[in-house]
């Protein structure tokens, strides 16, 4: 919960900065940073759901299977069930000794989220490189160099990156023992605790750094406006002007990337180009043209469900407090 407060807050706090969305870790159209940390809220609350499920999954009681066929004494297994405060009881003896889906649903669980974790880390790996320049780790989250004494490694990051392959091995080393374990119980079954219960702890850990790190970095708006300004993040807007006037979007496509070879040639942007280049490619161009070329107004146009348009974000941000906040009462 504690990681998904601070992306929350994070979002909240830098809402109207933008930054290069990328597809391929190329320029693709520009967003709203808040648009982008919520991705992860979202993933994360999944994440509470397939965690919720596996505690379902283990709410089970095997007491009266005994070693496999149940028992001839006079159990009443509703009754212990109740008073040990399970759910129910699990239907089937052979079934109770030998089950071990409840791990697996947890460790299942665990590397899913342990996998956004490791994305949400590479991406903050990635910002902090002088190469990006979009956030600065604090230094309760960054070491420095043993030989370099001008760096600032990320290594908490990289270290929640690292422990996503620990996470999946759980997962793998689990899954290969109950692999054609015939019923009901065998000696190697012994091996299903050590792996549940360091997939849990590695997570929480994980959770834990994950979320001093985001609620502790510093955002640099700039920098990210000046890569968003680059890449020409401004050309499906161009094609999309074009195609709302009629042009097939086939041929709006070419067109625009008849532009952007323009600009390339001439070494500027799309907003540099004139109003005469852009009716020497199509006589549809007008001077409205250059709403299509501001960022903040590209941003604010994608207003659909979903979108990253400020007033679908202000949506979405009020669906994923209210989701927190339900989970929060779950606990």
Known sequence: MALREALVEAAEKHFDVILPGYTHLQHAQPVLLSHHLLAYVWMLTRDFERLAAARKSADACPLGAAALAGTTYPLDRFATTAALGFARPIPNSLDAVSDRDFLLDLIYACSVSSLHLSRLAEELILWSTAEFGFITLADSYATGS??????????????????????????????????????????????????????ADTLEDCYRCAAGMVATMTVHPEAMMAQAKKGYLAATDVADYLAK?????????????????????????????????FQAESDLFEADIVNCLNLPAIVAARTTYGGTGHAAVREQLAEVEAALAADCARL
């Open 245 to 277: 006037k009629g042009m097939p979007f086939r041929r709006a496509h070419e067109v625009v990337g008849h532009l952007v070879l323009l600009c390339e040639q001439r070494g500027c942007d799309l907003e540099d180009l004139t109003l005469a280049d």
């Open 146 to 199: 043993s030989i370099m004494p001008q760096k600032k490694n990320p290594d908490f990051a990289e270290l929640i990156r690292g422990k996503s392959g620990r996470v999946v091995g759980d997962l793998m080393a689990l899954m290969m023992t109950l692999k054609s374990l015939p019923l009901a119980y065998n000696k190697d079954l012994q091996e299903d605790k050590e792996g549940a219960m360091d997939a």
